[in-house]
């Protein structure tokens, strides 16, 4: 009398199932072969190469430290300071009369500092600066040379200028910067 015989349905439930599946295991490769090969490299490109196409007018915010001075010349550190908008020029001049070098000859010297820059198009960068000695210059003898003025900016080394200028640049423009 009873029958376990029901009509036949349409499994459209499993059907939908099978074609989201499909679409997640060719949407999810997409999405991240793009992202690993387009957008993030983008993120991660430089805003700038060098302190030459660096111009205060286009510099949203500019922070600057200075660190591990007490070898170099016994200094305290500085910063960090965001620096007041006038001070980008004076800021940056010492930087623009160093020159690129393909590799520095030797090491490259104890950590100064860092620039952080935000450029008024929204786009960021990072300069690292290091110092140093002339070799057989003993740090504590006046009449030793300066110390070198080393900085990277992304896989881009530069050298030229002395350490000094820079601090004496930072000391003087951090009365003016804020925390």
């Known amino acids: 009398m009873f029958t376990d015989a029901r009509p036949d349905r349409p499994r459209t439930g499993r059907r939908v199932a099978l074609v989201l599946l499909l679409v997640v295991l060719l ?6 072969l ?26 949203q915010s500019l922070r600057f430290q200075l660190l591990n001075r007490k070898e170099l010349d016994g200094g305290e550190d500085v910063g960090p300071y965001f620096a007041a ?10 930087l623009k009369s160093a020159a690129e070098v393909e590799q520095y000859p030797g090491a490259r010297g104890p950590f100064l ?9 929204g786009r960021k960068g990072t300069i ?19 110390a070198r003025l080393r900085f ?10 002395t350490a000094e200028a820079l601090i004496q640049v930072i000391e003087e423009c951090a009365a003016r910067g804020r925390k």
Request: proline fraction near 12%.
């Open 27 to 32: 949407l999810v490769p997409c999405v991240y």
């Open 85 to 94: 908008a006038e001070d980008y020029e004076k800021l940056l001049a010492p």
């Open 152 to 161: 990277e900016i992304g896989s881009h080394r530069f050298e030229g200028g």
């Open 34 to 59: 793009s992202a690993m090969f387009l957008v993030i490299p983008l993120l991660q490109g430089q805003a700038f190469d060098s302190p030459a196409e660096l111009t205060p007018e286009a510099i």
């Open 113 to 121: 500092g860092e620039y952080r820059v935000v450029l008024k198009s």
């Open 128 to 146: 690292k600066l290091y110092w140093l000695r002339p070799p057989g210059a003993v740090p504590k003898d006046d009449h030793a040379p300066p």
